[in-house]
């Protein structure tokens, strides 16, 4: 399917999993006359050259973004800053300038130092993705019914917003408007912790002396395999989202061991009643989730399971 272009030319800036998806995106769905694309490894470059990310591939951020309407910087949290100083003098008035950093409130701060006041800057964070990295990683519909949240600075051009808001719902994505504290906050909580704690288990696990490592591996399925699926996110990214949100995800990390203290007790005690009380409304929560079409109803997340091999009797049928 293809629209007509919504922007005469788009530039991205870091072709890893969420900048070579919009990418796919934009060019399965035409919306831009020109795509223009790159990033900071020549290997990858050479990559987008070979799957044809981009209509173009530049060699620096600063030429990518010349004459651009809409220029979306996809690289790690840590990164935004210099970027923005290899950008800022070359921005074409009335382009806007967004990113899909997993955490707004710092790379609003670091970004917009950098930018002229004659570009529209609305920071954006699809809330999508997978553990993979790199240009091979992305897929066009990584986006479908995903959340995508728009963080625009106090003042900032509705026109402008409007006009992101119906790109990335374009892609597929339903769109929300909040400030970048209050996104910060919520995804403290739906998306950082949850990746602190994966980090935590697996490494614990993989620590325990009295557990071999292979039997760690071998009895994953008894819940360890479905953290190992977070943990294996990309560790630059990560290290840089722990480091910009450190307020919030220190508060829900506060939250969330007086909650574990509370188990720990009733474990100790025996407290059956606290647990079972606790694990039905978890149940509930992920219910939740599946009703609002963010999950897979399927059970054990859809994964295929062998049938079981014939019996005799079966076979002489
Ligand atoms: P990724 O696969 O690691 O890709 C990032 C790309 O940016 C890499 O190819 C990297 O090149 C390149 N890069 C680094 N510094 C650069 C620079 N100065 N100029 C141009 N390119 C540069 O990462 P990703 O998963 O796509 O994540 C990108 C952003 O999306 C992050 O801010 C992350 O928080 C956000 N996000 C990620 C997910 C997810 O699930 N992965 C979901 C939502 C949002 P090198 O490899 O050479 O460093």
């Known amino acids: 399917m293809t629209t007509e272009p919504q922007f005469p030319r788009i530039a991205l800036i870091g072709l890893g999993l969420i900048g070579s998806s919009i990418a796919r995106a934009v060019r399965q769905l035409g919306l831009a006359g020109e795509l223009v694309v790159?990033?900071?490894?020549?290997?990858?470059?050479?990559?987008?050259?070979?799957?044809?990310?981009g209509h173009r591939v530049a060699d620096t951020n600063a030429d990518a973004v010349t004459d651009a309407d809409l220029v979306i910087a996809c690289v790690p949290v840590g990164i935004c800053a210099k970027v923005a100083q290899d950008i800022g003098g070359h921005l074409k008035p009335g382009a806007i300038v967004s990113d899909v950093g997993s955490?707004?409130?710092?790379?609003?701060?670091?970004?917009?130092?950098?930018?002229?006041?004659?570009?529209?800057?609305?920071?954006?964070?699809?809330?999508?993705?997978?553990?993979?990295?790199?240009?091979?990683?992305?897929?066009?519909?990584?986006?479908?019914?995903?959340?995508?949240i728009l963080t625009p600075p106090e003042g900032a051009d509705t026109a402008a917003v409007e006009r992101l808001t119906v790109f990335w719902r374009t892609l597929g994505a339903n769109?929300?408007?909040?400030?970048?504290?209050?996104?910060?906050?919520?995804?403290?909580?739906?998306?950082?912790?949850?990746?602190?704690?994966?980090?935590?288990?697996?490494?614990?696990?993989?620590?325990?002396?009295?557990?071999?490592r292979?039997?760690?591996?071998?009895?994953?399925?008894?819940?360890?395999?479905?953290?190992?699926?977070?943990?294996?996110?990309?560790?630059?990214?990560?290290?840089?989202?722990?480091?910009?949100?450190?307020?919030?995800?220190?508060?829900?990390?506060?939250?969330?061991?007086?909650?574990?203290?509370?188990?720990?007790?009733?474990?100790?005690?025996?407290?059956?009643?606290?647990?079972?009380?606790?694990?039905t409304r978890t149940r509930a929560i992920r219910r939740g989730i599946v009703n609002?079409?963010?999950?897979?109803?399927?059970?054990?997340f859809g994964r295929p399971h062998a049938p079981l091999p014939k019996t005799d009797d079966e076979t002489d049928e």
């Open 38 to 53: 790159t990033d900071a490894s020549p290997e990858v470059r050479a990559r987008a050259v070979e799957l044809q990310l």
């Open 214 to 279: 292979s039997e760690v591996l071998k009895f994953s399925a008894g819940g360890f395999r479905d953290f190992t699926r977070i943990a294996a996110s990309d560790p630059t990214m990560w290290r840089d989202v722990f480091l910009s949100n450190k307020d919030a995800v220190l508060e829900m990390l506060g939250a969330f061991q007086e909650d574990l203290s509370k188990l720990t007790r009733a474990i100790r005690r025996g407290d059956g009643e606290v647990l079972f009380d606790q694990f």
């Open 103 to 148: 955490v707004k409130g710092s790379v609003l701060r670091a970004m917009a130092p950098h930018l002229p006041q004659t570009v529209h800057f609305i920071p954006a964070h699809p809330v999508a993705g997978t553990e993979n990295s790199g240009p091979d990683a992305g897929f066009a519909e990584l986006f479908i019914n995903r959340w995508c």
């Open 175 to 212: 769109v929300e408007v909040m400030t970048a504290e209050h996104h910060d906050l919520v995804l403290a909580v739906t998306s950082h912790l949850p990746h602190l704690i994966a980090y935590t288990i697996v490494g614990t696990a993989d620590e325990l002396e009295d557990v071999t």
């Open 292 to 300: 609002l079409g963010q999950e897979t109803a399927s059970p054990d």
